[in-house]
């Protein structure tokens, strides 16, 4: 099938009426698989991700440093890109509870010397960049290869509930993040990020997945163009995926990393540009669970189009808008349903598109080249603040960037549902 845009190419791509008979069957035996990768990835580098915004000011502030150098340094969590391939890899070899836990207590330890030794940007570069290498490996990189394996014809409702449990979770932490920066600063913050991974993370992991990391169901292909090819870096759909996510990353990662300094420049509170968090985080919940569901029921290229644009509107919201809390708060939930169906799309058509056996390589090496548009949005967004006093160029570039994102998908070539 050739991409095209059409209201037939969008609907009709499944029967829902032949999707009810594998539900039961699939669910039962991978309700497990489910809930611990989203209890796990939702304690691992997610939180930090979403959650780091309200860090930037008060290591502006205690580091006499500019928002732009606090945004240099945490764009050194660039080295997620080096470290995506590698335990990618790792996991396909040795399986995802033993990458899982190896990254998690890496990272813990982590965050403990820096709450107990971090005193300039230095420091907290280090800290950042190791934290962005050893915690991929808490993250859907890792953790949908199970899933994957295991769910079939549901494959994208399942990637979606799996996302949706870790904003759950990921929520969840965030009130406490902010009484333990608010009371005690943000070196016991830190020290939450540890414990939570620990005390949470590596325990769901343990009592609920399989110990070989996989599904007993697992299967070691897939009928797709490059069934059987390792050598996925000579494919085209590989790139077009690559370019997709670099360019989609860029537009949203400034301004997640800076989302609460991004809302205070509206002319708003502290308090409520943390709730924009909350927002940004419910965004994220409709988002994997809608796009999980519509990546089933419809043609995926055309719902992947859709979704990468939906961050638009809270772009223009924001640009068109000042001081009105109801509508900043609207604009991180746009800006978070995208986000929040990313993981289901790029999953997806891996997972589609490519042979499972090297899913973790695939999905890793499609990650870290994903972390150059991260860590270029980062560092953009930053300094344009420093440049202009503004955050209007970057939310301009962003819904450019969004269009190319959106449209690249169209070209993908994907086997037919029938034939997976």
């Known amino acids: 099938m050739k991409p095209q845009i059409s209201l037939n190419f969008l609907l009709g791509y499944v029967d829902p009426m032949e999707l009810l008979p594998s539900l ?3 669910f039962q035996d ?3 698989i489910l809930l ?6 939702g304690t691992g580098l997610a939180a930090v991700l979403l959650n780091f915004s309200m860090f930037v000011l008060p290591l502006a502030q205690e580091l006499n440093v500019s928002r732009g150098e606090v945004a240099s340094a945490q764009a050194l969590i660039v080295t997620a890109a080096l470290g995506a391939p590698v335990f990618g890899r790792i996991s ?3 399986g995802v509870r033993t990458v899982f836990v190896f990254c998690t207590l890496v990272a813990a330890s982590v965050y403990s010397l820096a709450a107990a030794f971090a005193s300039n940007l230095f420091d907290i570069g280090t800290t950042i960049a190791a934290i962005g290498f050893f915690g991929i490996g808490s993250t859907a990189v890792v953790l949908s290869r199970p899933i994957t394996d295991h769910f079939m014809v549901h494959r994208g409702k399942a990637l979606g509930l799996m996302a949706v449990g870790t904003t759950v979770v990921t929520i969840a932490i965030t009130p406490l993040l902010q009484w333990l920066l608010e009371t005690w600063g943000w ?3 830190f020290m939450g990020f540890a414990v939570a991974s620990v005390v949470i993370g590596i325990p769901a992991i343990l009592m609920l997945f399989p110990k070989s990391g996989t599904s007993h169901k697992a299967v070691t292909s897939l009928k797709s163009p490059s069934d059987g090819d390792r050598n996925f870096l000579l494919q085209l759909d590989f790139w077009l995926l690559a370019l997709s996510l670099i ?3 860029l537009a949203t990662a400034g301004i997640v990393s800076q989302l609460v300094p991004v809302i ?3 002319g708003l509170d502290t308090r409520t540009a943390i709730l924009a968090i909350s927002f940004f985080g419910g965004g994220q919940f409709v988002g994997k669970l809608v796009g999980g569901w519509l990546l089933d029921m419809f043609e995926p290229r055309s719902v992947a189009f859709i979704l990468t644009l939906v ?3 809270g772009f223009i919201i924001l640009l068109a808008t000042h001081g009105i809390i109801p509508a900043a708060l609207l604009a991180a939930a746009f800006i978070g349903m995208q986000l929040g169906a990313e993981v289901d799309i790029f999953a997806y058509f891996v997972g589609h598109r490519f042979a499972i056996a090297n899913y973790g390589s695939i999905y890793g090496a499609l990650i870290g080249f994903g972390w150059i548009g991260n860590v270029t949005g980062m560092l953009w967004i930053g300094y344009v603040y420093d440049w202009y006093g503004s955050y209007a160029p970057a939310q301009l570039t962003g819904i450019i960037a969004l269009v190319i994102s959106a449209t690249l998908f169209l070209m993908v070539s994907l086997p037919d549902t029938k034939d997976v």
Not at 36 to 41: E, K, N, T
């Open 311 to 313: 961050p638009i509107i």
């Open 36 to 41: 611990g990768a989203a209890i796990a990835a």
């Open 264 to 266: 205070v420049d509206e």
């Open 187 to 189: 070196r016991t913050s």
């Open 92 to 94: 396909d070899r040795f």
């Open 24 to 26: 039961k069957d699939e």
């Open 30 to 32: 991978g309700w497990r």
């Open 247 to 249: 360019t989609m990353s």
